[in-house]
Nanobody, 114 residues
């Protein structure tokens, strides 16, 4: 399985961005997908995830502002980010799990200016 994230950019505080992740390969094995983010020098931080056919889960820091969605027909994962804050600035990574194997896409930079 290969994952490719897109949609990052520069936005002002309070603005919105929508990240997309395109999955290819044996996507029917991708039961769990989600988003992580990382600030340089810090550990990668879980943001949100969704199990196929299940309810989404969110980190407390983004709950109520971010929405994760999955379109299995399009093999796509999305992250709608509203009410962005400067502390949301990070590289965002798309993630999926096949069995016990984690798969990562390349990151997409999100920068929120104050």
């Amino acid at each position: 399985v290969q994952l490719q994230a897109s949609g990052g950019g520069l936005v002002q505080s309070g603005g919105s961005l929508r990240l997309s992740c395109a999955a290819s390969g044996s996507t029917f094995n991708l039961r769990i997908m989600g988003w992580y983010r990382q600030v340089r020098g810090n550990q990668r931080e879980w943001v949100a995830s969704i199990v196929s056919g299940g309810s989404p889960l969110y980190a407390d820091s983004v709950k109520g502002r971010f929405t994760i969605a999955r379109d299995n027909a399009k093999n796509a994962l999305y992250l709608q980010m509203n009410g962005l804050k400067p502390e949301d600035t990070a590289i965002y990574y798309c993630w999926g799990r096949v069995g016990v194997q984690d798969t990562w896409g390349q990151g997409t930079q999100v920068t929120v200016s104050s």
